[in-house]
């Protein structure tokens, strides 16, 4: 396992769609175990392989509750359900904060790294990670959706 280097916000990768991943074999295996591994190095609540470089559409999100770290492979959502105000930050935009509209509750269905097919009803801050990431994968980022006015930086907590 490795961590890999996250990509920033100016990288144009970022804005680019992710394919479809086809077979899911051992090279896809290590990027998912990167993936999480970067994900936890860097505190995050989730990661796009986008954000490692990767063209793929794969998500790893652990927002930190009893079920772990959740696998999702060509993820799409099948239902939204309200609406809510939330704040924002991305690893690739660090110490950057903003406030945007989410679904309240989303239905995705994908893939886990088995090749199973899941569903998954998610809420609140699940739901909002899944809405992040899977953005990710069609090359839009968190600030693109930002409500004007809220983007603020915040400088990191000296050690």
Known sequence: MAIRIIRLEKDEILRKKSREVEVIDDKIQTLIDDMIDTMYKYNGVGLSAVQVGVLKRIVVIDIEDDTGVKVLINPKILKTKGEHEVEEGCLSFPNQYAKLVRPKEV?????????????????????????????????????????????????????
């Open 107 to 159: 239905t995705v269905e994908a893939l886990d790294r088995d090749g199973k097919k899941i569903i998954i009803k998610a809420k609140d801050l699940l739901a909002q990670a899944i809405c992040h990431e899977l953005d990710h994968l069609d090359g839009i980022v968190f600030t693109d959706k930002m409500i004007l006015g809220t983007l603020e930086h915040v400088e990191p907590e000296q050690k």
